[in-house]
């Protein structure tokens, strides 16, 4: 040490710490003269938020950094002003903490970092109680190997960050009928199992057409254990939206749908306790609440159109 405790407030060497930290907490405001980062300062756990990013500068390369993820949205000229939106999320069972969104781009040819700290904070979600068939509690053995498969199948097709950035505000919203269940309910399955609701439910008679939210690429058409018929839509920048429990399906993977195209119909196949809509939504792999995407509440103002 340069100095003992009694001393401390006269040392140089201290004073000198304190200069030098104050010029590195000083130089996100000096970057943020350059780029405007637009993000909520706090967000719940499970939900999804809106990023604007705009400059004067020319911005190329401008690639996205947010809790371990990255994503490179499209940057859009107007006249000297360029200006990028991406859709980030909060997972469900993300600890609560202060997180970074960080831009990297370059700028006249030099690669350029910037930040705009958002707070994680809990969310509040309420619990229900539910009775299915026991298989669907416990699943058999049997069942076990393909329930593990089909998670790594998800896994793997929410990795993908497609480049292009198919979705547009606002969402459409995927069936007439109203909410009954929502999104981060603590469920107790047959009085003993609790899990997560990851979704939204929708009511949604056995046949009722179920549309497209946004427009986007198929990205997997399967019959899951759990979700039974679903279609997984690639919305594009690594946002996904997933319709389960289907009679039926009218779209095939890869195919490019339209927002409010019909992908299939509603049913009861899975673990459901009728025929219903289950919409599930992820951001970079983390799965997040859709409701706010259809009452207009997404934080970052989403729903202002575009
Ligand atoms: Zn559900």
Request: with cysteine.
């Amino acid at each position: 040490m340069f100095c003992n405790l009694f001393e401390r407030r006269f040392c140089p060497s201290w004073i000198i710490l304190v200069l030098l930290a104050s010029l590195v907490s000083a130089a996100p405001v000096l970057a943020g003269d350059m780029v405007d980062i637009q993000a909520p300062d706090a967000v719940g756990t499970g939900k999804a938020f809106v990023v604007r990013i705009g400059t004067w500068y020319p911005l190329e390369d401008l690639e996205v950094r947010w809790n371990g993820r990255s994503v490179r949205p499209a940057v859009t000229k107007t006249g000297e002003r360029s200006e990028a939106v991406v859709l980030l999320g909060a997972g469900l069972r993300e600890e609560p903490g202060v997180r970074s969104v960080e831009v990297v781009a370059r700028i006249w040819g030099h690669e350029r970092r910037f930040s705009r700290t958002v707070e994680m904070v809990p969310s509040a979600w309420d619990s229900e109680v539910l009775t299915v068939a026991p298989k669907m509690v416990h699943p058999p053995k049997s069942a076990r190997e393909r329930i593990k498969r089909e998670h790594e199948t998800l896994k793997a097709a929410l990795a993908k960050v497609s480049p292009e950035r198919y979705w547009r505000a606002p969402l459409f919203r995927p069936v007439k009928g109203r909410m009954l269940s929502r999104f981060g309910l603590y469920r107790t399955f047959n009085g003993n199992v609790a899990a997560r609701h990851t979704g939204l439910d929708f009511r949604a008679w056995l046949g009722t057409p179920i549309h497209a939210v946004a427009a986007g690429r198929v990205a997997l058409v399967r019959a899951l254990y759990y979700g039974g018929n679903s279609v997984l839509i690639d919305h594009g920048n690594g946002f996904f939206t997933m319709s389960c429990h289907l009679s039926a399906t009218k779209v095939k993977e890869g195919d490019m749908v339209k927002p409010g195209q019909v992908i299939g119909l509603s049913g009861a196949t899975g673990r459901v306790t009728g025929a219903h809509l289950h919409l599930a939504a992820f951001v970079l792999g983390a799965v997040v609440d859709p409701e706010p995407f259809f009452a207009g509440t997404v934080p970052g103002e989403l729903m202002k159109g575009e």
